[in-house]
């Protein structure tokens, strides 16, 4: 067995880890879970690309994994993000606003109450 072909079952491989994946996506019970996901799908997708790159010779699919990487990492930011501003309407924060009164505000929505 040669270099090339452990490279290309080490791609099958992960390619099955995807397909397997694609499973927890429809299955997964909360959002966290699918982000995970995405997640695995990402290192796999970057993990391919660089032994196909290895196997081919070819520069540029290590710049396509670069590129797919830094993908991934901008979309667990955007999913934490998300995630905290939705975690975040729930909570409420007082703020004195007089002596004796208070200021209800929802941190993450527009939408204000008072309280006398």
């Not at 990402?42 to 797919?68: C, D, K, Q």
């Not at 606003?97 to 309280?115: C, Q």
Request: charged share 15%; hydrophobic share 50%.
């Amino acid at each position: 067995m040669n270099d090339t072909t452990l490279l290309l079952a080490c791609v099958l491989f992960l390619l099955l880890t995807i397909c397997l994946g694609l499973l927890r996506v429809v299955k997964g019970p909360t959002a966290a879970d699918r982000m995970l996901t995405a997640q695995l799908f990402g290192t796999s997708g970057v993990g391919i690309f660089l032994l196909l790159a290895e196997v081919s010779n070819h520069p540029t699919l290590r710049h396509i994994a670069l590129v797919y990487a830094m993908l991934a990492a901008v979309a667990v930011i955007t999913f934490v993000r998300r995630y905290r501003g939705a975690e975040a309407t729930t909570t409420f924060r007082a703020a004195k606003t007089a002596p004796g009164k208070t200021e209800t505000i929802k941190t993450a929505s527009l939408n204000t109450e008072k309280k006398a």
